[in-house]
C-alpha cells in the first residue's frame, strides 16, 4: 500500500485475512457398499464397536470441525463418540425385547459461528439372534457309587459341562430318576 500527500510518498504492508464463511455442512462418507447400515449378532459386547461413522466438511478450521451425535432413537442400545463417530453397544443385545433392525439417526454437525451446519443420516442396525444351545455335558451319563457310611458331603464324583454359546454359564441341578 503507498499513501501520497503531494510531496511524499510512504509504502507499508497490509494484511488481509479472510474468514471462512462456514458456507458447507457436513457429508457423510458411506462406510459400507450397502450404504448406512451393519448387520451384527445379538452377542456383541457392551463397548464394543458396530461402524465407525466418518464425514467430511469443505469448511476450514471449526467450520469443518465435526461431532457426533444420535437425533433420534427411543432405545439405549447403541451410543456414538461425539469426537469419533464410533457407534459401540450400550446395553446386553441379548433380550427378547430386541427388533431384529434398529434405525437409528445420526447427525454430524459442523463446530462454526454462529450458526453450525449439520447432516442427519440413518443408519439401519441389522441384529441377528443366535440360536440359543443347551450345554452339553461330557460325558452325558455318571455313575456313581458310594458305601453307605459315607458322610454328608462327602463328593462321589465331578460332573463336566460348557456352554454352547460363547457368553454363557452353566448351572447343575440333580434330578432324581427312578431307582430307590
Known amino acids: ?13 497490509l494484511t488481509v485475512n479472510i474468514i ?3 458456507d458447507h455442512s ?8 450397502e450404504g ?12 464394543q464397536s458396530v461402524i465407525t ?3 467430511s466438511d469443505d469448511d ?16 439405549d442400545f447403541f451410543s456414538v463418540n461425539r469426537y469419533t463417530g464410533d457407534v459401540t453397544v450400550s ?13 437409528l439417526l445420526v447427525r454430524a454437525s459442523d463446530q462454526g459461528l454462529p450458526f453450525p451446519q449439520h447432516q442427519d443420516a440413518e443408519l ?3 441384529v441377528e439372534k443366535v440360536i440359543e444351545r443347551p450345554p452339553v455335558v461330557v460325558p452325558d451319563v455318571y455313575q456313581c457309587y458310594m458305601r453307605v457310611d459315607r458322610l454328608i458331603g462327602d463328593v462321589c464324583t465331578q460332573v463336566y459341562g460348557r456352554s454352547a454359546t460363547a457368553t454363557g454359564s452353566v448351572t447343575y441341578q440333580l434330578v432324581a430318576q427312578g431307582g430307590a
Open 60 to 75: 476450514t478450521g471449526a467450520n469443518a470441525r465435526i461431532q457426533y451425535t444420535l437425533v433420534s432413537y427411543s432405545e
Open 91 to 103: 446395553r446386553s443385545l441379548n433380550t427378547t425385547l430386541l427388533p431384529s433392525s434398529i434405525q
Open 1 to 13: 500500500v503507498s499513501v501520497f500527500d503531494g510531496k511524499f510518498t510512504t509504502y507499508g504492508t
Open 36 to 47: 448406512m447400515s451393519v448387520n451384527i449378532t445379538d452377542e456383541k459386547a457392551i463397548g
Open 124 to 126: 439401519t442396525v441389522f
Open 20 to 22: 471462512d464463511a462456514n
Open 53 to 55: 461413522l466418518s464425514a
Open 26 to 33: 457436513p457429508q457423510f462418507s458411506v462406510p459400507t457398499p
